[in-house]
């Protein structure tokens, strides 16, 4: 099993900034992928950047509407991921969920942290 925590979350105006951090703790196998999903109101989960292991390839992949504006990375040793997130819009809102696949087959995510940008 994987636990996943997660903080970093809060209330922030338009145009701001936020770090989110996730760290996890489990089985953790050397091929794996962290990332964040979020869940505005009334929408469906969607996935906003991931982020491979080094023994993975150490790739990034980011959602279109955060392309520019956020930034993952992950420390392997401390299996922990952050998401810098810049530019902050108020469309950004919602519950961002920490993510790990293990293996490309096994998925886990945390509790949600809250985002909530002001106008």
């Known amino acids: 099993q994987v636990q996943l925590v997660e903080s970093g979350g809060g209330l922030v105006q338009a145009g701001g900034s936020l770090r989110l951090s996730c760290a996890a703790s489990?089985?953790?196998?050397?091929?794996?992928?962290m990332g964040w999903d979020r869940q505005a109101p009334g929408k469906q989960r969607e996935l906003v950047a991931a982020?491979?292991?080094?023994?993975?390839?150490?790739?990034?992949m980011y959602a279109d509407s955060v392309k520019d504006r956020f930034t993952i990375s992950r420390d392997n040793a401390k299996n922990t991921v952050y998401l810098q997130m810049n530019s902050l819009k108020p469309e950004d809102t919602g519950v961002y969920y920490c993510?790990?696949?293990?293996?490309?087959?096994?998925?886990?995510w945390g509790q949600g942290t809250q985002v909530t940008v002001s106008s």
């Open positions: 993510k790990l696949t293990n293996r490309g087959a096994d998925h886990y």
């Open positions: 489990g089985i953790i196998y050397s091929i794996n992928t």
């Open positions: 982020i491979t292991s080094d023994t993975g390839g150490g790739r990034t």
